[in-house]
C-alpha cells in the first residue's frame, strides 16, 4: 500500500500539472486574440501593404533555401540578397557533349571563386545538339541562368569557294610535319567559327560583354569582390587577357601576308594610337608571332561586330587560310585588336590567376597572392615566351 502522505503528494502535483496547462491555454488564446486584432488595425491603416496575417508573419521568416540547384546553393542565395550590380554579359562557352565532365569541374570552380556571388548566365554553343543528359547535368552546377544553343550549318562547314580536296591534302602535309592540331578538320572549322561566327549566335547577340570558358580550365584567385566585366565597361576596355604566348609559324605561314594587305586596304581601320610595335619588331613588316591566348578573353562584343573587324575577318576567309593552313582564332583577334583598337582598351587581367593545360597565369605580387592558390613559377616562361613583357612596356 502507498502511504497517505506519499499519495497526498502525489494529488497536489498533479493538480498542480493540470492548472498550469489551463493557465498557458488561456494566455496564448488572449495573445493570438491581441496579434489578430492588431493585423486587422494594421490592415485597416495600409490595407495594400499589409492585407492578410500570412504576409506578416513571412516578412519576418526567410524564404526557404532553392532545392534544385547545384553544389553552391547556399551561398549563392545569400549572395544574391546583395543584389551586385551587373553588366549585361554572359560567359559564352563553345564545346561538344563529351565535354560534360571537364565543364561541370570548370564550372564548380568558377561558381566558388566568383560567380556564386555576381550571377552572370552560360551560353553553351555546340555544332551538334545537346543531349538532355548534358543540360541536366550543366544545369546542376550553378544557380545563374544557363542557355543551349545550336550553330547554324552555314557557320560550321566549308565555303562554296573551298577546294575541300586541295584543304585535306595540306591537313595531311601539316600531320605529317607534326604541326599541332595539324591533320583537324573540325578544330579548322572551330577556329573559324570563333573567329567570324561567335559574337552573332542568336543567343549571343544580346550581350555587351562574354567571357570566353573552355571545359577544363581552371581559375585560382578570389574574384567574390571583382567584377571583371564592371572593370571593363566602366573602363572603356575591349579586350581583356591573361597569357601571351606566340604562335605556332607552321600554322599561320601567310597570315600577316594578307594582313598587310588589309591595311593598305582599309587604313581607316587602324587606330593612330594602335599596338602594331607589340606584334612585329620592324613595324609592320614581318609578324613576330606574338597573340593573346584567346581559350580566355573577355570582350567588348561591340569591337567583333565592328565594320573594322568585320572587314578583317571578310579578307581573311576570302582568303581560305582557315582550311588551307591552319589559322587559330587566337593570332586573328590579337593582331585585330593590336591594329584597331587604341593600345588603352587593351587590358591585362593580373588579378586573374588562370590555368589551361601547361599554361598558367598566377598573380605575384604578395597582395594578390592573399587571395590565390597557385604558384608563380608555375608561371609561364617569360624568358622564352617574351609577349605579355613585351606588351607591359609598349
Same mark, same amino acid.
Given at each position: 500500500m502507498i502511504p497517505r502522505r506519499l499519495t497526498a503528494r502525489i494529488l497536489l502535483f498533479a493538480l498542480g500539472f493540470f492548472a498550469g496547462l489551463i493557465f498557458e491555454h488561456i494566455r496564448n488564446t488572449t495573445t493570438n486574440t491581441s496579434a489578430v486584432t492588431h493585423h486587422h488595425q494594421q490592415a485597416q491603416l495600409h490595407p495594400v501593404a499589409t492585407n492578410t496575417l500570412t504576409t506578416d508573419i513571412? @516578412? =519576418?521568416?526567410?524564404?526557404?533555401?532553392?532545392?534544385?540547384?547545384?553544389?553552391? &546553393?547556399? &551561398?549563392?542565395?545569400?549572395?544574391? #540578397?546583395?543584389?551586385?550590380?551587373? =553588366?549585361?554579359?554572359?560567359?559564352?562557352?563553345?564545346? #561538344?557533349?563529351?565535354?560534360?565532365?571537364?565543364? +561541370?569541374k570548370t564550372m564548380r570552380n568558377l561558381e566558388a571563386v566568383f560567380n556564386r556571388k555576381h550571377g552572370y548566365p552560360y551560353v553553351f554553343l555546340n555544332n551538334v545538339p545537346f543531349t538532355e543528359h548534358f543540360k541536366t547535368h550543366i544545369r546542376a552546377m550553378t544557380t545563374a541562368p544557363v542557355h543551349f544553343g545550336l550553330i547554324p550549318k552555314e557557320h560550321w562547314s566549308y565555303p562554296s569557294f573551298i577546294n575541300k580536296t586541295q584543304a585535306a591534302l595540306n591537313r595531311e602535309d601539316m600531320e605529317n610535319r607534326n604541326v599541332p592540331y595539324g591533320e583537324s578538320e573540325s578544330y579548322r572549322h572551330m577556329c573559324r567559327y570563333m573567329s567570324g561566327f561567335i559574337f552573332r549566335h542568336d543567343l549571343v547577340q544580346e550581350y555587351d560583354y562574354y567571357w570566353r570558358v573552355e571545359p577544363g580550365v581552371s581559375f585560382s584567385c578570389d574574384l567574390l569582390d571583382v567584377d571583371p566585366f564592371m572593370i571593363m565597361k566602366s573602363k572603356k576596355y575591349k579586350y581583356g587577357?591573361?597569357?601571351?604566348?606566340?604562335?605556332?609559324?607552321d600554322t599561320i605561314p601567310t597570315l600577316w601576308e594578307n594582313v598587310k594587305r588589309f591595311r593598305?586596304?582599309?587604313?581607316?581601320?587602324?587606330?593612330?594610337?594602335? @599596338?602594331?610595335?607589340?606584334?612585329?619588331?620592324?613595324?609592320?613588316? &614581318?609578324?613576330?608571332?606574338?597573340?593573346?591566348? @584567346?581559350?580566355?578573353?573577355?570582350?567588348? &562584343?561591340?569591337?567583333?561586330? @565592328?565594320?573594322?573587324?568585320?572587314?578583317?575577318? #571578310?579578307?581573311?576567309?576570302?582568303?581560305?587560310?582557315?582550311?588551307?593552313? +591552319?589559322?587559330?582564332?587566337?593570332? =586573328?583577334?590579337s593582331i585585330a585588336a593590336a591594329l584597331m583598337l587604341d593600345r588603352r582598351q587593351i587590358h591585362f587581367f593580373n588579378e586573374i590567376g588562370y590555368r589551361h593545360g601547361l599554361y598558367e597565369h598566377c598573380p605575384e605580387s604578395p597582395e594578390l597572392q592573399l587571395k590565390c592558390a597557385c604558384d608563380p613559377k608555375d608561371n609561364v616562361d617569360w624568358v622564352q615566351f617574351s609577349c605579355l613583357r613585351r606588351f607591359l612596356e609598349i
Amino acid at each position: 500500500m502507498i502511504p497517505r502522505r506519499l499519495t497526498a503528494r502525489i494529488l497536489l502535483f498533479a493538480l498542480g500539472f493540470f492548472a498550469g496547462l489551463i493557465f498557458e491555454h488561456i494566455r496564448n488564446t488572449t495573445t493570438n486574440t491581441s496579434a489578430v486584432t492588431h493585423h486587422h488595425q494594421q490592415a485597416q491603416l495600409h490595407p495594400v501593404a499589409t492585407n492578410t496575417l500570412t504576409t506578416d508573419i513571412n @516578412s =519576418v521568416i526567410p524564404p526557404p533555401l532553392p532545392t534544385t540547384a547545384g553544389p553552391n &546553393t547556399y &551561398t549563392a542565395h545569400n549572395d544574391a #540578397q546583395n543584389n551586385t550590380p551587373k =553588366v549585361n554579359a554572359a560567359f559564352v562557352v563553345l564545346l #561538344q557533349n563529351k565535354d560534360l565532365h571537364d565543364m +561541370r569541374k570548370t564550372m564548380r570552380n568558377l561558381e566558388a571563386v566568383f560567380n556564386r556571388k555576381h550571377g552572370y548566365p552560360y551560353v553553351f554553343l555546340n555544332n551538334v545538339p545537346f543531349t538532355e543528359h548534358f543540360k541536366t547535368h550543366i544545369r546542376a552546377m550553378t544557380t545563374a541562368p544557363v542557355h543551349f544553343g545550336l550553330i547554324p550549318k552555314e557557320h560550321w562547314s566549308y565555303p562554296s569557294f573551298i577546294n575541300k580536296t586541295q584543304a585535306a591534302l595540306n591537313r595531311e602535309d601539316m600531320e605529317n610535319r607534326n604541326v599541332p592540331y595539324g591533320e583537324s578538320e573540325s578544330y579548322r572549322h572551330m577556329c573559324r567559327y570563333m573567329s567570324g561566327f561567335i559574337f552573332r549566335h542568336d543567343l549571343v547577340q544580346e550581350y555587351d560583354y562574354y567571357w570566353r570558358v573552355e571545359p577544363g580550365v581552371s581559375f585560382s584567385c578570389d574574384l567574390l569582390d571583382v567584377d571583371p566585366f564592371m572593370i571593363m565597361k566602366s573602363k572603356k576596355y575591349k579586350y581583356g587577357f591573361t597569357i601571351a604566348l606566340p604562335e605556332f609559324v607552321d600554322t599561320i605561314p601567310t597570315l600577316w601576308e594578307n594582313v598587310k594587305r588589309f591595311r593598305k586596304l582599309h587604313p581607316e581601320h587602324i587606330a593612330k594610337r594602335n @599596338s602594331l610595335e607589340w606584334i612585329s619588331y620592324d613595324k609592320g613588316d &614581318t609578324y613576330n608571332n606574338c597573340h593573346f591566348w @584567346s581559350n580566355f578573353e573577355i570582350v567588348d &562584343t561591340s569591337f567583333f561586330r @565592328s565594320k573594322a573587324y568585320l572587314d578583317f575577318f #571578310q579578307l581573311l576567309d576570302d582568303a581560305g587560310g582557315f582550311f588551307y593552313e +591552319r589559322w587559330g582564332d587566337a593570332p =586573328v583577334h590579337s593582331i585585330a585588336a593590336a591594329l584597331m583598337l587604341d593600345r588603352r582598351q587593351i587590358h591585362f587581367f593580373n588579378e586573374i590567376g588562370y590555368r589551361h593545360g601547361l599554361y598558367e597565369h598566377c598573380p605575384e605580387s604578395p597582395e594578390l597572392q592573399l587571395k590565390c592558390a597557385c604558384d608563380p613559377k608555375d608561371n609561364v616562361d617569360w624568358v622564352q615566351f617574351s609577349c605579355l613583357r613585351r606588351f607591359l612596356e609598349i
